[in-house]
T-cell receptor
Framework: AQSVTQLGSHVSVSEGALVLLRCNYSSSVPPYLFWYVQYPNQGLQLLLK??????LVKGINGFEAEFKKSETSFHLTKPSAHMSDAAEYFC??????????????FGKGTLLTVNP | SQTIHQWPATLVQPVGSPLSLECTVE??????LYWYRQAAGRGLQLLFY??????ISSEVPQNLSASRPQDRQFILSSKKLLLSDSGFYLC?????????????FGPGTRLTVL
């Protein structure tokens, strides 16, 4: 069975500082991994995805994530936080095992606050 | 390009009343469709998914039901709402087997049951 753990339900950074949001996954087969962002009272927007190609994935809004199989991690980073990055971020995994090709398993989310 | 619509955007309903939320997708055919509920501090809970017309899979036992009367239409229903049904309901779609499994989300419906 697949699962996702996001360490830290709330992360606070200063504007211009590095953003690091942590995600660890559990999967019995090579996974597909995703990061989504959700602004208040809106749906989720795909930031980036890993689908077994390059391990360093670049997404929208200057975010990137690195797939590390040995650490079963897919942490999200951005070199310099902007006020507009304040939102909730969700990591998700799909490994297609057990007939679950169609389903994503989401972490509980990390709320990012950016201080001026 | 593909778009996904949900309505209504917000809804306030009394306990025991019926519910119908609608989701439609444009610009694609034979999508996989999903209903999620998001409660405060609890992440996303997958409620139902569908891989085709009339094909519904339920993920959790509850007093909600889903239907897919047309290829790009997905409906979430309840005969009698409970207080615990309050939350933010999200519809999503993905491409079929040939896709990369990413899901695309609608704007959501905020449901408050009083």
């Amino acid at each position: 069975a697949q699962s996702v753990t996001q360490l830290g339900s709330h992360v606070s950074v200063s504007e211009g500082a590095l953003v690091l949001l942590r995600c660890n996954y559990s999967s019995s087969v090579p996974p597909y991994l995703f990061w989504y962002v959700q602004y208040p009272n809106q749906g989720l927007q795909l930031l980036l995805k890993y689908t077994s190609a390059a391990t360093l994935v670049k997404g929208i809004n200057g975010f990137e994530a690195e797939f590390k199989k040995s650490e079963t991690s897919f942490h999200l980073t951005k070199p310099s936080a902007h006020m507009s990055d304040a939102a909730e971020y969700f990591c998700a995994v799909s490994d297609g095992s057990g007939g679950s090709n169609y389903k994503l398993t989401f972490g509980k989310g990390t709320l990012l606050t950016v201080n001026p | 390009s593909q778009t996904i619509h949900q309505w209504p955007a917000t809804l306030v309903q009394p306990v025991g009343s019926p519910l119908s939320l609608e989701c439609t997708v444009e610009g694609t055919s034979n999508p996989n469709l999903y209903w999620y509920r998001q409660a405060a501090g609890r992440g996303l809970q997958l409620l139902f998914y569908s891989v085709g017309i009339g094909q519904i899979s339920s993920e959790v036992p509850q007093n909600l039901s889903a239907s897919r009367p047309q290829d790009r239409q997905f409906i979430l229903s309840s005969k009698k709402l409970l207080l615990s049904d309050s939350g933010f309901y999200l519809c999503a779609w993905s491409r079929g087997l040939a896709g990369n499994r990413e899901q695309f989300f609608g704007p959501g419906t905020r449901l408050t049951v009083l």
